[in-house]
T-cell receptor, first 117, second 112 residues
Framework: DAGVTQSPTHLIKTRGQQVTLRCSPK?????VSWYQQALGQGPQFIFQYYEEEERQRGNFPDRFSGHQFPNYSSELNVNALLLGDSALYLCASSLDAGSWFTNEKLFFGSGTQLSVL | ELKVEQNPLFLSMQEGKNYTIYCNYS?????LYWYRQDPGKSLESLFV?????AVKQEGRLMASLDTKARLSTLHITAAVHDLSATYFCAPYYGGATNKLIFGTGTLLAVQP
């Protein structure tokens, strides 16, 4: 049973470009959350998707957008990249937004390391 | 504003010694998670603490939660080099927030 998978593992972009990161949740999970982790910092919540809709959003600009597909996989898109967008982007999956916090641990993928030059 | 602070931020300790990492959070939460992160790696879930007074132990690590004090601790017993990593606490906030807020992290270096 595969856990949370993310692709690509590493990515190098230049300022102003656009990037798409992908996440496949753990089998049976229907909720996907995205976090940004800058070097030396704790992960910061970007947004969460459930039933193909954005449920919650953190303090991130509209340049950050996402999508969830019928198979529960998700994409994170970042437009007009800035140097400050360089970070490790983590995807986490769970069964549903209500129950996973009580019944199981949140499963994180291995992350995508984005470098903006 | 939701804030989570850990101390110390950096901990250098010798093998065999004991130490405690503290996690203070600004707003009441009755659920808290501890994660471990190795350099360049993702987050590994260590503990889920679901109620006031909860205590969980695995190996040389023991975590506890005091929701009234808004405090969680991660105690390390007889540290070994393999425990060297960054440790994060993350209280959960439900309702309209519905997310984990991660602490600043504690970088633990266990010296032989």
């Amino acid at each position: 049973d595969a856990g949370v998978t993310q692709s690509p593992t590493h990515l190098i972009k230049t300022r102003g470009q656009q990037v798409t990161l992908r996440c496949s949740p753990k089998s049976g999970h229907d909720t996907v959350s995205w976090y940004q982790q800058a070097l030396g910092q704790g992960p910061q919540f970007i947004f969460q998707y459930y039933e193909e809709e954005e449920r919650q959003r953190g303090n991130f600009p509209d340049r950050f957008s996402g999508h969830q597909f019928p198979n529960y996989s998700s994409e994170l898109n970042v437009n007009a990249l800035l140097l400050g967008d360089s970070a490790l982007y983590l995807c986490a999956s769970s069964l549903d937004a209500g129950s996973w916090f009580t019944n199981e641990k949140l499963f994180f993928g291995s992350g995508t390391q984005l470098s903006v030059l | 504003e939701l804030k989570v602070e850990q101390n110390p931020l950096f901990l250098s300790m010798q093998e065999g010694k004991n130490y405690t990492i503290y996690c203070n959070y600004s707003t009441t939460s009755d659920r808290l998670y501890w994660y471990r992160q190795d350099p360049g790696k993702s987050l590994e879930s260590l503990f889920v603490l679901l109620s006031n007074g909860a205590v969980k132990q695995e190996g040389r690590l023991m975590a506890s939660l005091d929701t009234k004090a808004r405090l969680s601790t991660l105690h390390i017993t007889a540290a070994v080099h393999d425990l060297s990593a960054t440790y994060f606490c993350a209280p959960y906030y439900g309702g309209a927030t519905n997310k984990l807020i991660f602490g600043t992290g504690t970088l633990l270096a266990v010296q032989p």
